[in-house]
């Protein structure tokens, strides 16, 4: 893998009611401007952490596993690396060790790199590469990643 250290940098929470979520992180005093109609809410945190709510119908854009086992995705923690490649190249390594490949590789609408591993214990984990907006996808509603 990287000689850099992945940085834990978001939370993504699949929400059954985006505008009861949104109530609740708001009375709790997390600050958003995101209307309670939208499918994906970034919610920024001191220190430059994400905690971010998707529906499943966003999360099923960005994440193989809910497509294909709807209790899956309830939560991804969000790990940046340093670069595409090691993205890809954590992830190798990591179902090559045996741990269970949730998100193959791809090219995310966002303009990232993106995979989900499951820990041993079958939590998500998501591997981000930095945005490049070369990379950003044009239409909407995007493709669903690749299965």
């Known amino acids: ?5 992945p940085k834990l940098s978001q939370l993504n929470l699949l929400v059954d009611d985006m505008a ?4 609740f992180y708001r009375r709790l005093g997390v600050t958003t401007a995101a209307g309670e ?4 809410v970034e919610l920024s945190m001191p220190g430059g952490f994400s905690l971010e709510l998707d529906t499943t119908e966003s999360a099923r854009l960005w994440h193989a596993g809910v497509r294909t086992d709807p209790a899956s995705g ?3 923690l969000g790990f940046s690396l340093p670069s595409r490649d090691a993205v890809d190249a954590a992830y ?5 060790a ?5 998100q193959a590789p791809f090219d995310a ?3 990232s790199r993106y995979a989900i591993v499951a820990d041993p214990s079958g939590n998500d984990v998501g591997l981000i590469s930095p945005v490049d ?8 509603p995007p493709e669903e990643s690749p299965g």
């Open 1 to 5: 893998m990287s000689q850099e250290p």
């Open 20 to 23: 009861a979520s949104l109530d």
């Open 37 to 40: 109609d939208e499918p994906h």
């Open 74 to 76: 309830r939560a991804v």
């Open 92 to 96: 190798a390594e990591l179902t090559a």
């Open 98 to 102: 045996g741990y269970q490949g949730r």
């Open 109 to 111: 609408f966002w303009g």
């Open 133 to 140: 907006d070369s990379m950003r996808s044009e239409n909407w």
